[in-house]
């Protein structure tokens, strides 16, 4: 049944409501969309903004819980300069984080069911039942548009849903979570998207890293928990990597026989072709098929030493580059050698990529390739960005040429 739709918008000196579906693409960037209906219980509030003409670039990456998410857009801010911190004076357990030009949002906030309500109704916060998406698509569509939006908060620490957030468009939109890509509306307002697809194997080593050490959980109840999500895991997220632009795959190596340590990691670059925007990296030779053991006179490796490869494959039916590294570095300041190798790494000098590792060798990750991939896909987002603002202002030249 289709049900018509009422956006309660608040502009500079009034709140009022409208119906047609789609008179929201006439707001100014002085509008606010406060909710849609069927609507939460949110408090209206009467903040004025004033926000940029630009409209935000927006960025989708998905991956399960505990899966690298944050270390990734740790990484993706450094990139654009400036420390991401969360909005200044809100919700001390806001799940956003802000920059001078990139806004992350977590889409935990679109649960749709608190803790308790998921308990109660026996599904977990994977399943599509506890996400609002309805309100996902109308949010992310509007600060797309240049639109502030009150988001709702997902509080972590109380299992609850918090009173809403100002959430103004930034340059960069970058919705990170569980359900990116699920929602097909959703999904066609990326930009590019990510997935992070981390094998059961690393999965359950890192989490008992963290969920253990950090958390005091037992090895018992992080076991139960990975098995309690994966079949939703399996249903709802995983799916997703299939309409990725790219994706990191992180397995276990394959340099040492029946490893179950699970400390050295295979990581797997994959890059979809004909992506607006985006040109995959190579490695050598654009197209051609390569393996690479760079150990030697120029690269320190112990035990069990890098292997690099690089090659045209398929996707769940794309065309897709691979570029992958199994191995870890022993001297991050010698990554310069492998990337002086790498092409299409849309660095802005000689280095770039070495110079954020270094800068961040604390992240996990720093010496093998999530670390290198997640900045390198870092670098390209941030083209993908100058490209995109590039050909907007170009755009009325080109009218007035015509
Ligand atoms: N590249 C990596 N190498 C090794 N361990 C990693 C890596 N990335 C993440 N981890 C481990 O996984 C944990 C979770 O990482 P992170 O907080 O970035 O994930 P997340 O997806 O944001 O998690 P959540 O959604 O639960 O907040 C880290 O504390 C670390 O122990
Ligand atoms: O999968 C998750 C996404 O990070 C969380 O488990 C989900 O948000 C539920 O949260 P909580 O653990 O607070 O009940």
């Known amino acids: 049944m289709a049900v018509s739709t009422v956006y309660t918008i608040q502009s500079l000196n009034s709140t009022y409501s409208i119906s047609s579906p789609k008179s929201h693409i006439g707001f100014t960037q002085k509008h ?53 911190e969360p909005p200044k004076g809100g919700n001390p357990d806001s799940n956003t984080l802000i920059s001078d030009t990139t806004t992350v949002i977590c889409l935990d906030d679109y649960h749709s069911l608190d803790r308790t309500g998921r308990k109660e109704k026996g599904v977990t916060a994977l399943d599509p039942k506890a996400n609002d998406f309805d309100l996902m698509y109308e949010q992310v569509k509007a600060i797309k548009d240049g639109i502030a939006v009150e988001k709702p908060i997902y509080n972590h ?53 963290r969920d253990m050490a950090e958390r ?24 997703q990597k299939q309409y990725a632009d790219a994706v990191i795959e992180v397995l276990p190596t394959q340099l040492i026989p029946d490893d179950n340590e699970g400390k050295v990691l295979r990581v797997r670059l994959i890059m979809k072709e004909g992506v607006k925007n985006f040109n995959p990296v190579y490695l050598f030779d654009e197209g051609s098929t390569i393996s690479w053991i760079p150990c030697g006179r120029k690269l320190t490796c112990s035990y069990p030493g890098i292997k690099l490869s690089y090659g045209p494959d398929t996707y769940f039916g794309h065309e897709v580059s691979v570029l992958e590294m199994d191995g870890q570095f022993d001297r991050l300041d010698e990554l310069i050698y492998v990337e002086s190798h790498l092409s299409n790494i849309s660095t802005k000098f000689y280095g770039e990529v070495t110079q954020q590792m270094l800068k961040h060798s604390d992240f996990p990750g720093s010496n093998n390739g999530t670390g290198l991939f997640q900045t390198i896909i870092g670098l390209k987002i941030r083209d993908l ?3 995109i603002i590039a050909s907007r202002a170009a755009a009325p030249l080109e009218a007035t040429k015509a």
């Open 157 to 209: 620490v109380s299992g609850l849903l918090d009173p809403p957030e100002l959430i103004k468009p930034p340059k960069i939109f970058v919705i990170e979570g569980l359900h990116p890509m699920y929602d097909a509306r959703v999904r066609d307002l990326l930009d590019f998207s990510i997935y992070l697809d981390i094998s059961n194997e690393v999965k359950f080593a890192w989490k008992i890293q």
């Open 216 to 239: 005091g959980h037992s090895l018992e109840s992080i076991k139960a928990s990975i098995e309690a999500r994966k079949p939703d895991f399996d249903a709802y997220i995983d799916p």
């Open 32 to 84: 606010i969309l406060l909710y849609t209906t069927p609507k939460r219980n949110y408090t209206k509030k009467t903040t004025q903004i004033s926000c940029s003409t630009e409209k935000p670039v927006i960025i989708g990456l998905a991956a399960d819980s505990g899966c690298g998410k944050s270390t990734f857009m740790r990484r993706l801010t450094s990139v654009f300069g400036g420390a991401a």
């Open 385 to 387: 960005y100058e490209q």
